[in-house]
């Protein structure tokens, strides 16, 4: 890897999917705390505070309402590339970061319980339409010896650093740091970091090489942006590839959502894409990652010890990630995805469990620690990341970004349903709420282990003839 490149790949990653990932989890430490402003902010309007009922849904609104964005965002990605680039694409997400963190860190200091709600869904946007780090190797995939040799797909370049956008918000919490209740705006605000670094530094390297010759059909830009990241004067032969792809594409028709959903031939990879997609969000993961504490709390752990409990599950998901990563292309996507999906859904159970049995039995609690910690261990080494990877492979280049749109807007939905209903979920349904996430988890597994086939090694018609 020439140092253009790999700066180029962690900067995306630092300022999107990094980003993405404390987005995640930024929200579930100061949870009381902004409960706490909501409920003053409505006495000093209104002269009575919100009943537990109606506040839960305006948190759960705050929570939730990122997913929507992300949602928005995902779908508005393709024109802002289309017009601005992916340089520009990045540079315009980041500005709206920047704002979004502004209304987020000016909330407590105006009262208004709204501009977090407003900053929170322009984040999900500024996640939703972020290019990832992928669309910058692809075309560069025959040179980056680096990357092949430890065996990574480039796009799993994301999923560490989701893992470690988590983790540094689950350590930003910690009551050393910002987890006190005055802190809170700040913390939500950090955001602007990443962001501000991306706008900073973005401008140093060249547009996507990929975009400059496919899209605006730019030899010469082209030729320059791939000599730089490679660092050598011989790139004729990615040139030619990508002219190549070029003439493809010109003369391929793009299947529109609608056609992909009424090709017969394609329904049982369209449903896989679904049920892949939607089962990652229904897994119960947001469940984990927007309310680590509450689960803890309602595990018996002391509340002295949360914040490090917590941080704890965010520093072995990062390994469980790299793991993942590593082995992905030696094991198969089948093996990992089906492991992954029954651990989370058997630990789902422990958490029922364990939960049932802990008056009873006072150890239960470090039980329910344990679970929490399989679920996150069981989805980043396997459901986290191949649901995007077998999405480009069971397609082709024609119906896959119809593909993308369908995968991607059930995953936003899903994330925001979970969001949304688990906060009731878990005060109508107890202990029990858990095995609603076991029995999506095994029904996935199943799903998987008896209709898709391992698409490690194989080309589009050998897949496709499996399905047939």
């Known amino acids: 890897l020439t140092f253009p490149l790999l700066s180029v790949t ?46 839960t849904l305006l948190y759960a609104l705050t929570v939730s309402i990122f997913a929507l964005g992300g949602l928005g965002g995902s779908l508005l990605v393709g024109v802002l590339v289309e017009r601005y680039g992916r340089n520009g694409a990045l540079s315009r997400s980041a500005l709206l970061v920047l704002l979004a963190g502004g209304f987020m860190g000016f909330s407590r200091e105006l009262g208004s319980p709204e501009m977090v709600i407003i900053g929170r869904s322009i984040t999900g946007i500024h996640s939703g339409g972020c290019t990832a780090p992928s669309s910058w190797l692809s075309p560069l995939q025959p040179f980056l010896g680096g990357w092949r040799r430890l065996c990574i797909p480039t796009g799993s370049v994301e999923g560490i650093f989701i893992c470690l956008g988590v983790f540094s918000a689950q350590v930003l919490s910690l009551p050393e740091l910002l987890g006190k209740d005055r802190f809170w705006p700040l913390f939500l605000s950090v955001v602007v970091v990443p962001a501000s670094v991306q706008l900073l530094l973005l401008h140093c390297f060249p547009e996507s090489p990929r975009y400059l010759l496919i899209e605006r059909n730019d030899v010469c830009g082209a030729t320059k942006a791939l000599q730089r990241f490679l660092g050598s004067p011989e790139v004729q032969d990615v040139i030619e590839e990508m002219q190549e792809e070029q003439r493809s594409l010109s003369s391929m028709e793009m299947a529109s959502v609608w056609q992909l959903l009424r090709e017969r031939s394609l329904r049982w990879q369209t449903l896989s894409v679904a049920v892949l997609n939607a089962g990652m969000q229904l897994s119960g993961i947001d469940a984990i990652w927007f309310y680590t504490n509450t689960i803890f709390e309602n595990a018996g752990i002391p509340v002295s010890q949360i914040p490090y409990t917590t941080m704890g599950t965010g520093a072995i998901e990062v390994v469980a990630g790299l793991i993942g990563c590593f082995t992905i292309e030696r094991v198969g996507r089948r093996p990992l995805i089906i492991t992954g999906f029954c651990a989370m859904g058997v630990c789902s159970a422990g958490i029922t469990i364990s939960l049932l049995l802990q008056a009873a039995l006072p150890w239960m609690r470090y039980v329910s620690v344990a679970c929490v910690v399989g679920i996150i261990a069981g989805f980043c080494m396997g459901p986290a990341g191949v649901p995007f990877l077998m999405t480009a492979e069971l397609f082709t280049q024609s119906h896959r970004p119809a593909a993308y749109i369908v995968g991607g807007s059930l995953n936003w ?41 391992e698409t490690k090694n194989k080309t589009f018609m050998e897949i496709s003839h499996i399905f047939a």
């Open 413 to 453: 939905l899903c994330n925001f349903t979970v969001g949304f209903i688990f906060p009731f979920l878990q005060m109508s349904a107890g202990a029990f709420c858990y095995l609603v996430f076991c029995g999506v988890c095994l029904l996935v597994a199943l799903y998987v282990y008896l209709v898709i086939p």
């Open 10 to 55: 962690l900067l995306v990653s630092f300022g999107s999917s990094m980003l993405y990932g404390y987005n995640l989890a930024v929200v579930n430490s100061p949870a009381e705390h902004i409960k706490a402003f909501y409920n003053t902010t409505w006495f000093q309007r209104y002269g009575h505070g919100l009943g537990p009922a109606p506040l």
